[in-house]
């Protein structure tokens, strides 16, 4: 009865949480990768946001590219991952692509604060942990994971 209980705890919690799903990039260029800083948030990150209702992974990334840094890919990125994140008692999905062939314009977006680009192997002191082991999976320094 006690499993029971807990299985049925369990759905119902999955069923009243709040799910997210988002899309981000590795924008590769050479030995190099674009990271940003949000105004909403520190350390440095890869570029990326919410999957619209309606939208694919791949649309939201082209979305949140131009907007954030005005990036316009020439190629269809390549997917390095899926992967859940459970913090703060919600479900966040997150797919994330490599994008290594584009063209960039000019872009202004009131939540970033600054776009830059680092050294691939060389990464910025307050790179956030997860954009770091996103990068590390992209070299082969560690295994790809399931978990954020």
Known sequence: MIKFYWKIKNILLSLLSKKTMGARALVIQEDQILL???????????????????????QALKRELTEEVGIKLM????????????KEHR??????????????????????????????KDLPHDVTPGTKRRIEEYLGQRSLSEMW
Request: hydrophobic share 35%; charged share 25%.
């Open 36 to 58: 940003v800083k949000h105004t909403y948030t520190p350390g440095w990150c890869t570029i990326g946001g919410g999957i619209d209702a309606g939208e694919s992974g791949i």
């Open 75 to 86: 190629e269809s990125p390549v997917l390095l991952g899926f992967y859940h994140n459970p």
């Open 91 to 120: 479900d966040d999905y997150v797919v994330v692509y490599v994008c290594k062939e584009f063209k960039r314009e000019e872009a202004s977006s009131p939540e970033i604060l600054e776009a830059r680009w680092f050294p691939i």
